[in-house]
Structure formats: C-alpha cells, structure tokens
C-alpha cells in the first residue's frame, strides 16, 4: 500500500510541476491519463487565480475531465501550432524513446505532440528503463486489423487484439478503430520498428514515440522532489 501512495505522490507532484511551466496566453496539449489529470487539476487553480489558457484534449475522457475542471478547450483546426504540449508516458528510455498510448488515444497524441513547440511528458521514475519492452498499442483500421496482424508478426511481436473489460468485443478507439496489442520481449531498434509499424497498411499509428527528443522535457517524480530533464540528458 504504501507503494501505491508513493506512486501516486509521485504522479501528482510531477504533474503539479508540468502544469507551472503554462504560461498566459498559451494553447497547450492535454494528453490522457492520470499523472496529466494532476496537471490538469493544478492547471484549473491557476486559472481561476487568472491564467488565460486553452487546451487541446486528446481523447474524450480528457476534454470531459477538462471541462469538469473548467479550461477552456480548443481543437488543432483552430490552433495547429501549439505551445505546448502535456502527457505521460508508459516507458522512457535514455534516448528519450518511450512506449505511449496504453489508454488508447495514441493516434492523437502523437498528432498533439507533433504540433506542439515543447513537448513536456510527466512519469513517475518506475516508467525510466533502459530499454523499451514489452506491449506496444497500435491503432488499426477495423476493416484491415487481421492482415495488418499478419505483418506486426513478422516484426518479432506476439500481437493481440484489445477487449474490452466492461463490453463485449474489441476497445473502440475516439477515432472508431480497434487497438492491437504487440508483445516485445526487447526493442533492439525502436525507431526502426515504428517505421516498420508504420509503414503496414491499415495502420494508423502505433504507441513507439522516437521522434521528439529535440523538444522534450521529461518531469520524473518521486513522492520526495522532481527531476527535470531535457534533450542536454539524451543518451544515445
């Protein structure tokens, strides 16, 4: 128990500390789960202290729990360049590599990272690794699931389907796709396999994040302090 008490101290002081580098005046990215939603409580005190903000939620649950919260929400038709972004992450490596999008809202947060300036991922230290492992979600168009199954094997992973626990069938993604789980027992390449993914047509997007290291600052929390660091920290 006292476990889960750190953990959650942890996510709470991490997401406390992302929330303190919004500035007036930003449009920022709001990512899915639970160490942003203490970014987003922390954010809803500011600005009833006077913070002008806008959001850009990448799921439903997001933009409910925003709105719960009051900031005030806007999409990427009306703002494609954001100042920042928000989210956690499942897995980081050294090389700033991570593993999101075990919720399942991968597809847009990847689309809201890639807009934003500065892209600001919040963990506690138990999601640091020295190497990516393990599931890897992937979007996958309903219509192509199977043939795309077919080909994320040939990549070295045991991939399954997502059900869901409290519904008959398969997780429906915000955008109506399902998610296909891949099992890895150790990504050598993580770049190379999210191009791979990538290129596997019925895919939407897969949860390998390589691409942002320029532009990303990780918050990890202990139920003690914050660290911080930025691309000066990147281990090749």
């Known amino acids: 128990m006292a476990g889960t008490t750190d953990a959650a101290a942890a996510k709470r002081a991490a997401g406390y500390m992302a929330a303190g580098m919004v500035e007036?005046?930003?449009?920022?990215?709001?990512?899915?789960?639970?160490t942003v939603y203490h970014a987003i409580e922390c954010?809803?005190?500011?600005?009833?202290?006077?913070?002008?903000?806008y959001g850009v939620p990448t799921s439903y649950q997001t933009a409910m729990r925003a709105?719960?919260?009051?900031?005030?929400?806007?999409?990427l038709d009306d703002n494609p360049v954001l100042d920042l972004a928000i989210d956690g992450a499942d897995q980081v490596d050294p090389g700033f590599r991570m593993i999101k999008g075990r919720g399942a809202a991968l597809t847009r947060e990847k689309c809201v990272a890639a807009a934003a300036f500065r892209f600001i991922v919040v963990v506690d230290e138990s999601k640091m690794v020295p190497k990516?492992?393990?599931?890897?979600?992937?979007?996958?168009?309903?219509?192509?699931?199977?043939?795309a199954m077919a080909q994320l094997r040939g990549l070295g992973c045991r991939p399954f389907i997502r059900e869901a626990v409290k519904k008959d069938g398969p997780v429906i993604t915000d955008n109506g796709n399902f998610i296909v789980d891949c099992q890895f027992n150790g990504i050598e390449d993580p770049g190379a396999i999210e191009a791979a993914i990538a290129a596997i047509p019925g895919v939407v997007e897969s949860g390998l994040f390589t691409r942002f290291q320029g532009n990303t600052t990780?918050?990890?929390?202990?139920?003690?302090?914050?660290?911080?660091?930025?691309?000066?920290?990147?281990?090749a």
Do not use: Q
């Open 24 to 34: 007036d005046g930003m449009v920022i990215g709001l990512g899915t789960g639970s």
């Open 43 to 53: 954010l809803s005190g500011r600005i009833r202290e006077g913070l002008s903000v």
């Open 67 to 75: 709105r719960e919260y009051g900031i005030p929400l806007t999409t």
């Open 132 to 147: 990516l492992s393990g599931t890897v979600p992937v979007e996958t168009l309903p219509f192509a699931t199977k043939p």
């Open 218 to 235: 990780v918050i990890v929390g202990n139920d003690k302090k914050c660290g911080v660091l930025n691309s000066t920290n990147i281990i």
